[in-house]
């Protein structure tokens, strides 16, 4: 399975992005999605995960300002970003299962 995230780029503080994760096939089964990001010279940090079942669960550093969900149709893993920060700021990382995607760098600046 190979994952395709895309959707980053620079914003203003405030502002919003949606980042997308496409998998290349349909995954069965009981898997977790999740979102990651990772600071330079930091490990990969958990921003948000979903579970098949649709519970969620986030940072509490994005509660509020982030939704993770999912289009299983399009086999598709989405994370919206309201209200953006700079401390936001990062590459994200999405993750499926056992499969990442390459990373999209995300940033918040004026």
């Known amino acids: 399975v190979q994952l395709q995230a895309s959707g980053g780029g620079l914003v203003q503080p405030g502002g919003s992005l949606r980042l997308s994760c496409a998998a290349s096939?349909?995954?069965?089964?009981?898997?977790?999605m999740a979102w990651y990001r990772q600071y330079p010279g930091k490990l990969r940090d958990l921003v948000a995960a979903i579970t098949s079942g649709g519970s969620t669960n986030y940072a509490d550093s994005v509660k509020g300002r982030f939704t993770i969900s999912r289009d299983n149709t399009k086999n598709t893993l989405y994370l919206q970003m309201n209200s953006l920060k700079p401390e936001d700021t990062a590459i994200y990382y999405c993750?499926?299962?056992?499969?990442w995607g390459q990373g999209t760098l995300v940033t918040v600046s004026s």
């Open positions: 993750k499926i299962s056992s499969w």
């Open positions: 096939e349909r995954i069965f089964g009981n898997v977790v």
